[in-house]
């Protein structure tokens, strides 16, 4: 189990999340952030610094946005557009800083 970010976030890109999580694991694509669900402690920092309530515990995500866990995932496990590998575990978002990238869903997302 992980916290996973929704669609909210998507355009808007905050990034006050960010600087709350003491594992450095929210990662910033394009469009939006995506949490390491294997990094995650479910300590819950993130949630409520996000000022558009993007940020959910998997199990309460809201009606709808159940693809958002998928893809949180999916941007560690599955090569990103244009990208040979799979980002996997690169050692911490802050190394990594911005992407410029996201999932093909993600993309491809219509609010
Ligand atoms: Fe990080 Fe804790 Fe959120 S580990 S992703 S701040 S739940
Ligand atoms: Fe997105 Fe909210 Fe973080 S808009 S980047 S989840 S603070």
Redesign the pocket.
């Known amino acids: 189990m992980a916290f996973v970010?929704g669609a909210?976030?998507v355009d808007?890109?905050?990034?006050?999340?960010?600087d709350e999580c003491p594992v450095d694991c929210?990662f910033?694509g394009n469009r939006?952030?995506y949490i390491q669900p294997d990094e995650c402690t479910d300590c819950g920092a993130?949630e409520p610094?996000?000022?558009?309530e993007?940020?959910y515990y998997e199990d309460d995500m809201p009606d709808g946005q159940d693809e958002f866990i998928a893809e949180n995932a999916r941007f560690f496990t599955e090569p990103l557009p244009g990208r040979a590998e799979p980002l996997g575990h690169p050692g911490g978002a802050s190394a990594v800083g911005r992407l410029g990238v996201d999932t093909v869903f993600v993309q491809q997302y219509q609010p």
């Open positions: 970010i909210a976030c808007v890109l905050d990034r006050a999340c960010v929210i910033e939006m952030a993130c610094a996000c000022p558009v993007a940020i």
